[in-house]
DNA sequence: GCCCGCCCCTGACATTTGTCATGCCGGGCG
DNA sequence: CGCCCGGCATGACAAATGTCAGGGGCGGGC
């Protein structure tokens, strides 16, 4: 007897949740029993619903798909999750893979591979794209100390010196000193460039 | 009789690509004739089946949805654009309007509904969210003069001033200007703020 | 024709940011 | 134990950035 997965289905654009729930259940062994829009919202109907399989979205209003998973792994150990992502970056895969993510692709795959997929990580399996894999690697660990990630953090959306350094209750100039530091080793000419690096590799 | 309407699908992301086409295939009166995942690629196949009705990705690789509607508009006069987006820029609607696009919805509508809107423009008609409207309205024109404009976009990637002035062939103590009114323009507290807010407001 | 306002452009000055030399502390190692 | 290394923190100085006052050109209103 081939057992029927009960899957989770979450993603924030309603035509392509709609979409992909269609194009599922026309799969014999998968049956989607809940749909979500946002973080929290796939939490709740997690808690309601307990599917086998959760397929969520990197990135959703609300609470991001890697923070569900953390959730979700506490309150329901048996519920295995698969995230697909539009842009993938490295970290995030890594801080998936650290939250007990079992799966991780990339949009681009077909429904017809998201359908196997489902069911790997349904037997136990793990799966991530070999070429977000291959991303991660070669991105490699976050070379940031813990400050300098805080520090990025606060600057990320272009405030002054003053402010970051009130936020994380740190003299200025120990605050420049961060930025400059996680620029150089970054490799970027500015801290400005240095937050967009460090974004785009999921570091921050 | 009703007549079935040929459609062109172009999104970048293979999943969703394949989804909506499945779902599109599920009216009677629809028909996807041809499939592309990049902005030229979108472009060729217009060329080669010369389709009614274009459903484009706002991103995409190559070239986005607005500019390939541009071409389209040129060269297939007849071939009505409906642009679907996941990041609802206030100024790309008004740039899409400018290019001649028929229609422009976030990709939170549902299937069936983007099924009905291509006939809605098949028909001649437009249709824009209205909630996407809204913001592009209340978002207004944008206040940047065009040096303003130009020397934002050279900010972009966060480089210097003396890059910027070279780029622009203006003198560093005029591009300093031109930031920092662009910035109060924008309500920005300095030039990298600044930069965000005119990506978001679709002004750059 | 003349004035006014707006855009374009510039250099000088004040402020902010980046870099450097330095000190403190805890953990690993010979 | 004593040493050294790396992370954390700071202030002083040099460089980049933001702000200001001002001048030339062009078009619309009167």
Redesign the interface.
């Given at each position: 007897m081939t057992t029927t997965v009960r899957v989770l289905l979450a993603d924030?654009?309603?035509?392509?949740r709609?979409?992909?729930a269609?194009?599922l259940a026309l799969e014999d062994d998968l049956v989607v029993v809940a749909e979500a829009?946002t973080g929290p919202e796939a939490l709740a109907m997690a808690r309601a619903h307990a599917p086998d399989v959760a397929v969520l979205d990197l990135q959703m209003p609300g609470a991001d798909g890697v923070k569900v998973a953390t959730s979700l792994r506490a309150e329901l150990p048996g519920c295995k999750v698969l995230i697909?992502t539009?842009h993938g970056r490295p970290g995030h895969l890594k801080r998936a893979l650290a939250a007990g993510v079992r799966g991780f692709v990339?949009?681009?795959?077909?429904?017809q591979r998201?359908a196997e997929l489902i069911r790997t990580v349904h037997a136990g399996n793990r799966y991530v794209d070999p070429e977000l894999a291959a991303d991660a690697i070669s991105a490699g660990d976050s070379p940031l100390t813990v400050r300098e990630a805080e520090v990025l953090e606060h600057a990320a959306?272009?405030?002054?010196v003053a402010e970051i350094a009130e936020r994380a209750a740190l003299a200025e100039g120990t605050v420049r000193n961060y930025l400059s530091s996680a620029a150089s080793k970054l490799g970027?000419?500015?801290r400005?460039?240095a937050v967009?690096l460090a974004r785009e590799r999921g570091w921050v």
């Open positions: 924030d654009e309603h035509l392509i709609g979409a992909l269609a194009l829009a697909v539009s990339p949009k681009t795959v077909s429904a998201l959306d272009g405030a002054p970027a000419e500015n400005h460039a967009r």
